[in-house]
């Protein structure tokens, strides 16, 4: 049972243009929510997260909307750079525990 | 500031030997979880600790083990390996509760 989703394994974006992904989740305990970046053979790395009592965040080109409501909660990268490719991973934390549940990915690619 | 150190980065064992993988958090942070990565399954939940106990395990057999000590430091265990837990096994730390977790470069371990 997957619990958080990214539905979109790639995504091609033209640098300089703004990136969104996505992720939708099913379990409405979830109340802390993040999105991480990673490389092959490398550990994943933080970019940004979201408390459930909030519905934006942003950091710098970064910044994630949470739709509670709709239980989804996206990522926008704008402008997009090529350093930006990467796989993309979603994380949701029930309220709980600190364990966190991943989606499965979303390749990102940056072209000039 | 050290981020979370993990040993060894790659390891070869062979089937029905046993491995122990070891990981070193960031200083302060109590909170240890442990990750799998594999090509097909994304990151799956193995367990976490905090205070040497161990407070969440995910869906995994009992070959699986872990534990932590007192100055925070963990290690897991797999016995009798298959080939099938050939894989990235990520350690991540945070300070406790709903914090960012980071992650250590993780180990590729290979199971011939």
């Known amino acids: 049972d997957q619990q958080v989703k990214q539905n979109s394994p790639s995504l091609s974006v033209q640098e300089g243009r703004i990136s969104i992904l996505n992720c939708d989740y099913t379990?409405?305990?979830?109340?802390?929510f993040l999105w991480y970046k990673k490389y092959p053979a490398e550990g994943p790395t933080f970019l940004i997260s979201i408390s459930s009592i909030k519905d934006k965040n942003e950091d710098g080109r970064f910044t994630v909307f949470l739709n509670k409501s709709a239980k989804h909660l996206s990522l926008h990268i704008v402008p997009s750079q090529p350093g930006d490719s990467a796989v993309y991973f979603c994380a949701a934390s029930p309220g709980n525990t600190d364990k966190l549940i991943f989606g499965t990915g979303t390749r990102l690619q940056v072209f000039p | 500031k050290a981020g979370v150190t993990q040993t060894p980065r790659y390891l070869i064992k062979t089937r029905g030997q046993q491995v122990t993988l070891s990981c070193s958090p960031i200083?302060?942070?109590?909170?240890v979880s442990w990750y799998q990565q594999t090509p097909g399954q994304g990151l799956q939940f193995l367990f976490e600790?905090?205070?040497?106990?161990?407070?969440n395990k995910g869906n995994f057999p009992g070959r699986f083990s872990g534990r932590q000590f007192s100055n925070s430091r963990s290690e897991m265990n797999v016995s009798t390996l298959e080939l099938g837990d050939s894989a990235l096994y990520l350690c991540?730390?945070?300070?406790?509760?709903?914090?960012?977790?980071?992650f250590g470069q993780g180990t590729r371990l290979t199971v011939v």
């Open positions: 600790y905090f205070s040497e106990t161990q407070r």
């Open positions: 200083s302060g942070h109590r909170s």
């Open positions: 379990n409405s305990m979830f109340d802390y």
């Open positions: 991540a730390s945070r300070i406790t509760g709903h914090s960012v977790a980071f």
